[in-house]
Every structure is written in structure tokens, then in C-alpha cells.
């Protein structure tokens, strides 16, 4: 059966990296990223590097999200494929559970890692060949076991073999980020790299007086406003707006988060609203409206023209679509493809309610699809907005869920019939949505308001 | 749905092919009354080409009852089609999955 | 709110406790006995021991109460300040307009001499 071949056995548990679940509840440990490149693709990398043609995931606990990043492996170059264990499997029995796996070749056995260092510039082929069977690397928490023998005259390449580094707290992930970051000639990471120490991903707007200092990593769709110091050391994820004036340094910013105006932070690590100090391991909500922007005196009048212009562009758009709608909205009735849904906004808030009614129809048919394409469902919305009720332009609640939580005050204070986040591609959810709606709330003005009504008008996604 | 029977290691193999569902599966659950199926078991799928609500049910049921008399139940050689189910409906907490029917026998 | 005029430094100084909550909620009323306190002394301390959660409302109040310690040549001090305020402060830099003791007897000793650190 041993054809010389090599293989790689990834066995995920649990109940291993619960402080990393801990924090960040939405993904499996294996996605949270290091430099923004998740755990799990150091150890494919690795797998790779080690001469494997095959690398099997076996896990006690459902992986979807996981399955659904890494897929068969073509990505990469290498088959992946899934296998199941139980909980109280040892090592014996998930080797036998795998034995057809196991038994084309040398196979090396990853166990309760999240992380493997490894230079891509030393040959992990020849180190493999020539390891015994048994432990090659442990470390304080995992470790690599070989299984198959060493080749006959094998000698291991120059350089030495793979390490496991400590990672069992927030504060050993930091400090191995930071490392990461400082030796990244050592990794394959993401980002478009013309100079050493800077990784810039793809649709990064730097505005004009915003600084950026070495060594610094920025992801896809970021956004740092005017005026803002982003590094040293810094490590932005993708989809991150930086407000203006901020400071952003010695910090790791985890994918769709949004830092607010003038803020500063140094040593932390941000995920979405939530900031972790990482020596002591403290997180702080950052849920507070006022933390996104400063308050802006005089806000009042400015405010009432706003309303205006949303009431006379709403006023207009009613005049425009009313042949449209006074045409479709009986066909579409009589195809029963006309759904009205009543709810309160905010939810859960005791604040002061608002009913609003959402019209929900099914792109079927050419009445259906030119009914979405002319924005008829928000038609008899616009009349709220003529009552100063609702803003023409703002956060659009999501049809979907009543569930939703309004983290922010000026977000659950703007229910629209348009949302800002209509105006972009990228939003994936409704988190991604949020971002968006926050951001243009702060920074739009009836003006930028107008053009991005137009935006949305012309750029929903569904056309 | 053919089902074959043989033994490896004095553990018994049953080997399904075809289709599990509510229209096979009383035919496996037939075979499984006829004759004494007490001891250990290992039930080969990879020839299964599609299973159902209802042939899950069955190896559900099967797993309990070897379960509660101290036997063992594997399954082993699942496919991709097999296993996709076993993950939507997250019933491979459930069995002991090999996937080499050697190794389940213990050998 | 627990308030006592302590005179160990030689000066007057007010030591205030805060309590457990300082939201948009609860803002005014600090606000209000903080007006009560700086007609007694200029020179305050916020004993921040008992402080769970502060947002920028809060926060707010703690900086105009500093502004108005220093217009009257007194300041404010605060003392025990707990993780989570902490990092609040710095993230909006509030942090460095305040000096900050580990404890009251300390931030009350800081007092002596009558200068702002």
C-alpha cells in the first residue's frame, strides 16, 4: 500500500481553542485570521510545503463554515476532503477511523494546533522524509506526529523544521500577529506587496492627509478617511471604514469593523464593536452612538432642510412613479405578488415606535421585475417620508429579520425607505449593511444624500 | 436496494447498495428482523447512492439498539452523497464512521 | 452619590464615589451634584472604584467637571479607574486630560502643593 506518498490529518476538537470562541463567537477558531489569513490556511500552506498531495479535516463537531471556505482544496492545489470523530476518540481509535487515508503513504498528523511556523523558503520535504516515526514537533498545547517510517539515507534540508509556537491566550495571538507581521518574508500573505513591511489588498481608498506607516497590512474595501495615522503595526482586516482623524497603531483590526472619528487606539484589537485590550484580556463594547462621531452642535437646523430635501426628492419620485405604480400595482395584485409586512421600529427599544410597512415582491414575471427595477415596493413608503416620519435616504431595516439588534442610537434614530447600504456592492449581511448605514449617516449631507438616492436607485443589487 | 452479508474477523459486514429510503428501507429493516443480528456489526455504504429521512431513521434506530446491548455499530466507507447527509442533519455525532472496513473490523 | 470634604493635604478636596452606571441615563444627575460639590471645593476627586460601565455621555460629564475644577485653579483627579472605563478613555483620548491615582489617598496626597500635574 505504501507508495510513498505524503498526507496531512488536520483533527479539530471542540473543546480546543475555547478562548478563541470565546471572543470571537462567529466564526470557527480555524477562520479567525493572523494577518488576515486564517489559521486554517498556514496549516494547508504547510501541508503543501511538506510535499502533501492530500489533506483531510476530521472533526467531533459540524464545520460548514469551515467546509465551505476551504471546499475540496483546487484552491491550493491539494485535495481536501472531511471526516468525522467522536468526542471521546482517542488517538488510536481517529487513526483507525482513518486507516484507508492513512495507509497510502507517510502521513503527518496535526493535533490540537492552530498554528504551524513554518519558512517558505526551506524544504519541509526533506525534513519530513527524514523524521522517524513518533512526535516530530509538540508544543505547549499541539503537536505533529509523523506516522511512517524515515526514508532510507533521508537527510533533512538546511534550515530548521516547523515550530508551534504558544497560542493559548488573546495576548500570545497578538504578540504572534505582530511577529507574524515582522517576519512576513517568512509567509505567504495576502495583500499586494511593492515594498517590504506594506500589504495592501484590493479597493483600499486612502483620502488625501491620511497617513500610513511601515509595517502595516491593509485588507479589501477599506476606507481611511482624512487626516488618520494608521500604523506602525498595524494590521487592517477587510471591509473596515477608519473615520477621520483617528489613530491606528500597534492594533489589529478584525474584518467589518468601523472606527469612528478622532479615536485612538494603540495595543488593541478591534472586531466589529468589540475592543479587547490584549495583555489583560478586557472588552469593551463600542455600541455607543456617540463613539462614532462627535456631536455636533447646531445639528438642529441643519437637520430640518435635510428633512426637506428628502420630502420634496420623495415628493418628486411619487410624482414620477405614479403612472408606474398605478399601472403595476393592480397587476401585480391580481398575480398575488404584492405582500405587505407591519412592524415596529426600533425593535425592542422603548423608544417611540414607528410603524412601517414593507412591500416585498418576487422578481417573476416581467410586471415583478420591472415593478423592483422602478423601486414600486417603496412606493407607498415615500408617503412617510412627505409626513417627516421616515428619511428617504438612511438605514433600510432589513426585510428579513425582526430580529435584528440596533446596536446604534442614530441608526435605530433613522429608519429610511432607501438604505445607504443599497448604494454598495459588497454587503454581504446585515452586519455589512450596518457599516455602511453608519458611515453615510455621519457623513452624508442632503446633497451627498441626493446623489446616493440615485446610486441606490440605479445600483440595487437585484437588477 | 441489494444488502450482502459476510464476516470479517468474526464481525459481521453488511454491505448495502442502491438507494435508502422510505421506499428500500423496509426491505433492510425486514432483513435486519428475519435472522439474529445480535453482536457486533458493520454496515459497508459505500455503494449507497442516496439515503433519506427515512433510511437514517433506520440506522438511527439500529445504532440505539446495538448501543443499548453493549454492541458495536460502525459504519464505514461512507461516499460524499452519504456523508453530506449525515452532516445537514448532524447525525454523525451519532456513529463510530471508518473509512476502511479493515480498521473497523479491528484488523 | 457619596460625598466627603477630606483636608489631609492641607487643602479641601472633595472625594465624590461614583456610582456603578454613568450612561446617558444617568448623566444628569452626576451632573447636577457635581454643580452641588463645586460650590464646596474646586478640588475634586472620583473615587472610580465602584464604575462598571461609563459611555461617552458620561464621559462627557467627567470632562466638563474637569473643565470647571481648572477654571476655578482646582482640578479633577480620579482615582481607581477600572479596566473598561480605562479603555474608553483612551480610545477617545480622554485619558490624557486627567491624572489618574491608582487610589484616593494618593490622588487626595497629589493635592498638596495646590498644582495641577
Known amino acids: 500500500m505504501n507508495t510513498g506518498s505524503v498526507q496531512t490529518l488536520i483533527v479539530l476538537r471542540e473543546e480546543e481553542h475555547a478562548w478563541l470562541q470565546d471572543l470571537f463567537r462567529s466564526r470557527h477558531p480555524m477562520l479567525v485570521t493572523l494577518c488576515n489569513k486564517p489559521f486554517i490556511e498556514y496549516l494547508i500552506d504547510f501541508a503543501i510545503l511538506s510535499g502533501s498531495e492530500a489533506l ?69 520535504r526533506l525534513w519530513l522524509r527524514a523524521c522517524p516515526e513518533g512526535v516530530a514537533v509538540s508544543g505547549t498545547s499541539g503537536s505533529i506526529t509523523i506516522l511512517g517510517n524515515k526514508q532510507e539515507n533521508a537527510i533533512p534540508g538546511p534550515g530548521p523544521g516547523p515550530s508551534l509556537p504558544m497560542l493559548l491566550t488573546i495576548g500570545e495571538y497578538y504578540r504572534l500577529a505582530d511577529d507574524t507581521l515582522k517576519n512576513a518574508d517568512r509567509y505567504i500573505l495576502p495583500g499586494y506587496s511593492s515594498e517590504p513591511d506594506c500589504f495592501l489588498g484590493r479597493n483600499v481608498v486612502i483620502q488625501k492627509g491620511a497617513e500610513i506607516r511601515k509595517p502595516v497590512m491593509i485588507g479589501n474595501n477599506v476606507q481611511i478617511s482624512a487626516g488618520s495615522i494608521i500604523g506602525p503595526g498595524a494590521i487592517i482586516g477587510s471591509n473596515i471604514i477608519i473615520d477621520r482623524e483617528s489613530v491606528v497603531s500597534g492594533s489589529i483590526l478584525m474584518d467589518n469593523t468601523f472606527i469612528g472619528e478622532q479615536l485612538e487606539v494603540k495595543g488593541r484589537i478591534a472586531d466589529g464593536s468589540l475592543l479587547i485590550d490584549p495583555e489583560s484580556g478586557a472588552t469593551l463594547q463600542m455600541e455607543d452612538p456617540h463613539l462614532m462621531s462627535v456631536i455636533q452642535p447646531g445639528a438642529s437646523t441643519k437637520q430640518i432642510i435635510r428633512r426637506l430635501i428628502h420630502a420634496l426628492a420623495a415628493l418628486a419620485l411619487l410624482i414620477v412613479l405614479a403612472l408606474p405604480f398605478l399601472v403595476l400595482r393592480p397587476l401585480l395584485g391580481l398575480r398575488r405578488n404584492w405582500h405587505t409586512k407591519k412592524r415596529l421600529f426600533p425593535p425592542g427599544a422603548t423608544a417611540k415606535k414607528l410603524t412601517i410597512e414593507q412591500v416585498v415582491i418576487r422578481p417573476e414575471g416581467a410586471d415583478g421585475r420591472l415593478a423592483i427595477a422602478l423601486s414600486i415596493d417603496r412606493y407607498p413608503s415615500l408617503f412617510q417620508v412627505l409626513g417627516g416620519k421616515l428619511r428617504l435616504i438612511g438605514h433600510r431595516p432589513a426585510v428579513s429579520s425582526d430580529t435584528s439588534t440596533i446596536s446604534s442610537g442614530c441608526i435605530a434614530m433613522n429608519p429610511a425607505v432607501f438604505g445607504y447600504a443599497e448604494t454598495e456592492e459588497w454587503p454581504e449581511n446585515e452586519r455589512d449593511e450596518l457599516m455602511v448605514d453608519h458611515y453615510h449617516l455621519l457623513h452624508s449631507g442632503s446633497l451627498n444624500d441626493i446623489g446616493l438616492l440615485l446610486k441606490a436607485l440605479l445600483n440595487k443589487k437585484h437588477m | 436496494m441489494n444488502i450482502a452479508e459476510s464476516t470479517i474477523n468474526g464481525i459481521k459486514v453488511l454491505s448495502l447498495e442502491g438507494v ?80 476502511d472496513i479493515q480498521a473497523a473490523a479491528g484488523n | 452619590m457619596e460625598f466627603t470634604v477630606d483636608t489631609s493635604a492641607g487643602v479641601r478636596v472633595g472625594v465624590a464615589i461614583l456610582p456603578e452606571r454613568i450612561d446617558a441615563a444617568s448623566c444628569a444627575e452626576l451632573q447636577a451634584a457635581a454643580a452641588g460639590w463645586l460650590k464646596q471645593t474646586a478640588n475634586l476627586v472620583f473615587d472610580c472604584s465602584g464604575l462598571d460601565f ?64
Not at chain 2, 428482523?33 to 439500529?62: C, K, W, Y
Not at chain 3, 477654571?71 to 483612551?90: R, W
Open chain 1, 56 to 124: 483531510r479535516i476530521a472533526s467531533d463537531s459540524p464545520i460548514t463554515d469551515l467546509e465551505n471556505y476551504c471546499r475540496n482544496g483546487s484552491r491550493w492545489g491539494i485535495t481536501i476532503d472531511y471526516a468525522h470523530i467522536l468526542p471521546e476518540d482517542d488517538q488510536e481509535r481517529l487513526l483507525e477511523k482513518n486507516r484507508q487515508f492513512c495507509s497510502r503513504g507517510k502521513t503527518m498528523l496535526i493535533e490540537k494546533t492552530l498554528f504551524v511556523a513554518y519558512d517558505k523558503k526551506n524544504d519541509y
Open chain 2, 20 to 99: 435508502l429510503n422510505a421506499a428500500s428501507s423496509p426491505k433492510f429493516k425486514a432483513y435486519l428482523e428475519t435472522a439474529d443480528h445480535s453482536g457486533p456489526m458493520i454496515i459497508n455504504l459505500e455503494q449507497v447512492e442516496f439515503i433519506d429521512s427515512s433510511g437514517l431513521g433506520l440506522l438511527v434506530r439500529l445504532a440505539r439498539q446495538k448501543k443499548s446491548a453493549n454492541e458495536a455499530l460502525k459504519l464505514a466507507k461512507m461516499n460524499d452523497r452519504v456523508k453530506r447527509v449525515f452532516e445537514i442533519t448532524q447525525a454523525h455525532s451519532l456513529f463510530d464512521i471508518y473509512d
Open chain 3, 54 to 117: 461609563i459611555d461617552s455621555s458620561g464621559l462627557g460629564v467627567l470632562v466638563s467637571t474637569l473643565r470647571k475644577t481648572i477654571e476655578q485653579d482646582g482640578d479633577l483627579k480620579l482615582a481607581c479607574l477600572g479596566m473598561k472605563a480605562s479603555m474608553l478613555m483612551e480610545l477617545t483620548k480622554a485619558k490624557r486630560l486627567f491624572s489618574i491615582h491608582p487610589d484616593a489617598v494618593s490622588a487626595i496626597a497629589a493635592f498638596h502643593g495646590g498644582v495641577r500635574q
